[in-house]
């Protein structure tokens, strides 16, 4: 059975930082990318970070760039986010990407990802 768990996140003070877990069972992460977003409510989600078939190919949201990083290790991919601020208060996802797309360029594009995470919440607050 396919699933994908979140875990690491909590209250952390401005200035932190957290690294998220995605842990994926079921599949190959040799095979399908996995995708980082995250969604204020209220507001779109937000597509942060991806990292393709076997750990290559690595993306940024222009806006999180030198605060982000991803790798994998086995059957879990992480989100490492430094220099925490209130305005990352949200509900962070992964997902797996079954389009079969091999395309660099929508690596990190939302509907390419079939399969999400419960999230996980992050409250970034004094």
């Known amino acids: 059975q396919l699933r994908l768990v979140e875990s690491g996140g909590g209250l952390v003070q401005p200035g932190g930082s957290l690294r998220l877990s995605c842990a994926a069972s079921?599949?190959?992460?040799?095979?399908?990318?996995i995708g980082w977003f995250r969604q204020v409510p209220g507001k779109e989600r937000e597509a942060l970070s991806c990292i393709g078939r076997s750990g290559g190919n690595k993306k940024y949201a222009d806006s999180m760039k030198g605060r982000i990083s991803t790798s994998s290790v086995g059957h879990t991919v992480y989100l490492q986010i430094d220099s925490l601020q209130p305005e990352d208060t949200a509900t962070y996802y992964c997902a797996a990407d079954f389009s079969g797309s091999t395309s660099t360029a929508t690596m990190c594009s939302e509907r390419r990802y079939l399969y999400w995470g419960q999230g996980t919440e992050v409250t970034v607050s004094t």
């Open positions: 079921g599949f190959d992460l040799n095979y399908n990318a």
